[in-house]
């Protein structure tokens, strides 16, 4: 039998100093986020820290086990 999981990991870059951002990471997120999904969740986290939003990576891996 097997199983396929899509893992998929967001990165999100804040804060006034781009040398030395705060970063918050959320593993195992929506499958396949847009880019309007993503922007407005870093919207949302710089409301919550203070801190503005500067950028976010998105990374998906397909395991099969």
Do not use: R, Y
Request: net charge negative.
């Amino acid at each position: 039998m097997h199983n396929n999981w899509n893992k998929t990991t967001i990165i999100f870059s804040l804060g006034a100093d781009s040398a030395h951002p705060v970063k918050v990471t959320f593993q195992n997120a929506v499958p396949a986020p847009d880019t309007k999904q993503i922007e407005t969740f870093g919207g949302i986290l710089a409301q919550l820290t203070g801190l503005p939003f500067q950028s976010a990576t998105v990374a998906t891996q397909d395991i099969v086990a």
